[in-house]
Each structure stands twice: as structure tokens, then as C-alpha cells.
């Protein structure tokens, strides 16, 4: 089996892995606070309980990240994360009281932290005007779990049996449904997932080859075809002698190079554009997931929606979302990372003063009413994709690619924190929305003046600073 194909291969399995993430958020979310009150939980243990799966993530992101780092592997780390989703997904089959379901969330969340390495993976193994493409398809997989998720509650919630000492029930079942989906996973990654090398391990002409195959090759005239060999050869012979010693061809390993050996943290994370990233990662999730917290109550008050209702909304905004991705997908091939960036900021910036406007203090008749809502809700999912996106691309970027799985692990983090806080923000001021979305506007400028103050940073740096560094630091 070639390089490409399993490349190919090894991409659909990670699609699917964060298929099965969004399924299992759509399945347990909308069963799990009536399963609390089954097992008398208090109303806080529902912020507990959605908190904790988010809390476990971001601790354990970082170390899967550097331990992918310092393998260059991640098919194992997968299977280990895996099992940790698999255990905790049948502790919370189990059910027995309202601590051990709250641990089963805690257990769970450890496994989601492998997305660190598998992001790593991803940045190793794509060409950088790839990448934003590959990162919008990985993304929307997610998305379309989340939408194709409450379809599996259909025939869930008919569940009323026993499994021995077991109930399976409507509350029970999405655990043991879950458990039995990670399994699946864990044979598809032992299957068609492979460790292929990076690609900064084989020579340009060869990774080109095999990334983009050989649909691009007629494009170029043999004559120009043996210039470019001709300049590609010179070239790599400045690059060596510029490199001293280095041998970019050989993959690392962990006796010979260690990714960690000269890594500096402050140096990698408080640089200008880097710091930018993470506070539009931290800022963009904060505002998301205080949306969602405030919806529900929002059409429930001023719109009467009940389960269908919302089940209905939820639809439409994952197709929306999924459909955003792939117009992302399309527009990064035209587009630099950071105007895409650019574009999603100002389309979430004029979706909070939207908001504002209308749906703070919403007057007017029913239709009226529902109009701005949806327009506003359509404004805030439009602009989520841009954002997502392109900040996860220009991050790969201008990060080191020998620690990636660790900076994405810390993104990941942030982006966990974020995911805590935002619910915690949102939900003490449902019955105050100037506040609630003023506060989400101010986050917004912020991180747009932060964007124009360093958007000439906001781009790859070019490889001929590692050589310089490399020369240096030698």
C-alpha cells in the first residue's frame, strides 16, 4: 500500500473519530439532566456533569500531544484514549448514583484529549496550502455527528429491557450505545490506520508526489520540469550548507532527537501572533457556548419551544454549520488563513450587535420576533467555521512542527477552558442579556484590535528561518 493511500485511509478514520465525538454529545446531552434527577443529583450537578467530560480534555491534551511529539506516532495513542471513552461511556450505562455518572464524564473526557495528537498528525503529514482544507473536513465531521446524533435517540429512548444486573433504558442506553461505538472505532483504527512518516521526512519533489499524486504533472512542460529539478537540486544544496549537520530526511526518534531538548514554552507561546490565536480560540468558544446555554431558555420563553421544537432548530443550525465548513473548505483555496480569520470576526462581531438590538429586549409581534432570532442565530453559526478554521490553520503554522501535538493540546486546553467558563458566564444571566451580550461584543473588539495590530504576523514564516535558527542554535 502506497503513502497516499493510506494517508487516505488514516484521514477517514479521523473523520470518523470525530464523527463519534459529536454523536455521543448529541445522544447523552439531551437525556442526562432527567437521568441526574432520576439519581436525585442536585441542579448543579448538570453544570458538573457537562463541565467535567471539558475539564479531563484539557488536562490530558497537552500530555498526549507531547507524547505524540516525542514518538511520532499516534495510532497507539488513539487506542489508549479509546478506552478510556469506552469505560466511561459503560460507567455511565451503569448508572448506579449521581457520583459514579459524574465520574463517567471525567473518564470519558480523558480520551478526548487524544485530539491533540491527532492534530499533530494532521499538521505533519499536509501541505501548508492543504491544511485549512483538511482541518475544515476533520471539523465538519464533528458537526455532522452532531446533527445525525439525536436520530440514534429515535430507537434509544424505545429501549426498556435488562442486561443481568443492568437496566437499559432511555437514560441508561446512549452509554451502553456509545461504548459499543468507540469499540467499533478501536477496530477501524487497528484496521486502516497507519503511522505514516511526515512529511517533512521525505524530499519535496517525493512528498509533493505523494500528497497531490500525479493529476498536477501535466500541468508543467517537460522542458520547465528539468529547470525546476535543475533549481530544486540547488537549492536543497544551499539549504544543507545552511543547516550544518541537520539531516531533514531522517525521521526523529526519541534517542536520537528530542522535540523537547531546546523547547521554551514562554519562547513558543507568548510570542505576539501566537498569543493572538489563543485569545481568539479561548474568545470565539467562550461566545459559542454561552449561546448555546442561553438559546433554549430563550425560545422556551419568548417562543414557546418545547423538545421538538428545539430538536427542530438544532437540525437546521448543524446543516448550516456543516455547510459553513465546506464554503470554508472552498474559500481557503483563494484565501489567506488570516483574511478568512478576518472575515469570520467581522461577520460574529455584526451577529452580537444584531443580537443586541433585537433579541436583548425583543418587541414586535410573534413573526417579527422570530424573524430576528433566527437571523441572529444564522449570523453567530455563519461566522463560526471562519473562525474555527483559520485559526486552528495559521496556529499549525506558526507553531514549531517538531512540538505540534503539545501546542495543539495547549490550544486545545484553552479552548476547554473556555467551554467551562462560557456556560458559567451565560447561565447566571439569562434574565440579563445587555450584560450577557455586551460583554461577548467587548471580548469581540477585543480580539479584532489584537488582529490588526499583528496581522502581518498572522502568516507562515519562511523555512529558511529554521536553517538560520538550526545554524545558531548549533
Known sequence: MDYRRKRELSFLTIGLLFFLSGVEYAVILPTIWKYLQILDAPAYFLGLGLSAFSFTGLLSGPLFGRWSDKTRTTKTII?????????GNFMYFMGYSKWLLLSSRLVAG??????????????????????AQIFAAVMACRQAGLLIGPAFNIFLRLCDFSLGPFIV????????????MWLLLQCVVVLLY?????LDTLPEHMALQQVRGQEEEPLIDPEDRETDTRNLVHSEQIETRLSGDIEPTRPPSPEQDDPFENFSASREFLREEVVVLLTAQ???LF?????????????????????LGNSVMYSLCGVEVIVGFFLVRWLSRVLEDRAVLAVGLLICCGACVWCIIFLASPQGGFAVELTEFIIGVFLQLLGLPFVAVSQVSLFSKVTAEKTQGFSQGVRRS???LATILG????????????????????????????MVLSYEKLVEPPVVQHADSSESGG
Not at 487506542?79 to 469505560?87: G, M, W
Not at 491527532?118 to 505533519?124: E, K, M, S
Request: proline share 6%; hydrophobic share 45%.
Open 287 to 307: 461566545n459559542q457556548t454561552a449561546l448555546e446555554t442561553m438559546v433554549t431558555p430563550l425560545t422556551q420563553r419568548y417562543f414557546g419551544f418545547g423538545e
Open 169 to 180: 433504558n432511555k437514560y441508561t442506553s446512549p452509554g451502553l450505545f456509545m461504548c459499543g
Open 79 to 87: 487506542l489508549f484514549s479509546n478506552v478510556f471513552e469506552i469505560v
Open 110 to 131: 480523558v480520551g478526548a484529549g487524544a485530539g491533540s495528537s491527532i492534530f499533530g498528525f494532521l499538521t505533519r503529514t499536509t501541505l501548508p496550502d492543504e491544511r
Open 414 to 416: 484553552v479552548g476547554g
Open 423 to 450: 456556560p458559567l458566564w451565560a447561565g447566571g444571566l439569562t434574565g440579563n442579556l445587555y450584560v450577557m451580550l455586551g460583554m461577548m461584543l467587548l471580548l469581540l473588539i477585543l480580539i479584532m484590535i489584537m
Open 282 to 284: 479561548f474568545i470565539t
Open 194 to 198: 497507519h503511522d505514516i512518516p511526515p
